[in-house]
């Protein structure tokens, strides 16, 4: 591996550069997940890169003008919605390496209940991102789907996993 002039790794100054974007990134998991945070997470393995982007559901009423349920809400209430919100959310998260974009590709969506008196339940939504062959060096990433509607909404960006820099489920410490 080549290493710069001040013997750090460029990927250390990709997660320097990820770390600091995320401050000012609008908005994502679920463990210490407050209403007003969203959250994006990134799994960079040695060829692909998965995240995903998890929205709690006061948010996507907001973002759609429905009424879903905030507590107790089930798949089959989410599923019709899904569909809608992945539409949103590419109107409101870009991923992009110098001059190209990176697709997103949405895999599977999940729910999940909170058991916190107060706290809405959030909605899961995976990607893989499809780049073209050598995995990017680095990596632009652009979201505001709550601060679009919310500026006082914060958010961020986790690398939960590195495997060249051995960040292994990073999102648990």
Known sequence: MKYLSSGISPLRYIAYFLLIASCVLAPMHLEAHKPDQSYVYLKIQKASIAGRVELNTTDVNRILGVNLPEKGVTAAQAAPLHERVKAYLLQHAAFSSGEKNIPIRWTTSEVFNIDEEGEPDFIQYNFVLDHDGELPRLINVKY????????????ALLIEQHWKDGVVDNHTK
Do not use: P, T
């Open 144 to 155: 505001d789907a709550v601060l679009a509607l919310n500026d006082q909404h914060r958010g």
